[in-house]
Nanobody, 114 residues
Framework: VQLQASGGGLVQPGGSLRLSCAVS?????????WAWYRQAPGKERTRVAQ???????NIAEAVQGRFAISRDIFNANVYLEMNNLQSEDTAIYYC????????WGQGTQVTVSS
């Protein structure tokens, strides 16, 4: 499974960004869950949002009501819609997918600053 994240950038507080993750590879049909994680400088990597093959989603409490995860019908792209961004959302965001193991994309930087 290969994962390619994109869409990060610099945004002002209160702004929005949409991250995309292109999913490919011969084992991509075996993916059970897709997720977005983030890691701020000096902090551990934490899960932000997850979507299961069933379509069920789980959003971290810190971003509930502001972030949403979705995927296209072919499961070839997974998205993270981020609204009302705040400085504490500044981090490298990683897309991830799990089969019998977990795969990671390369990360995309999100910086929230005025």
């Amino acid at each position: 499974v290969q994962l390619q994240a994109s869409g990060g950038g610099l945004v002002q507080p209160g702004g929005s960004l949409r991250l995309s993750c292109a999913v490919s590879g011969s084992d991509s049909g075996s993916i059970n869950t897709w997720a977005w994680y983030r890691q701020a400088p000096g902090k551990e990597r934490t899960r932000v949002a997850q979507i299961a093959k069933s379509g069920d989603t789980n959003i971290a409490e810190a971003v509930q009501g502001r972030f949403a995860i979705s995927r296209d019908i072919f499961n070839a792209n997974v998205y993270l819609e981020m609204n009302n961004l705040q400085s504490e959302d500044t981090a490298i965001y990683y897309c991830s997918a799990a089969t019998w193991t977990r795969f990671w994309g390369q990360g995309t930087q999100v910086t929230v600053s005025s």
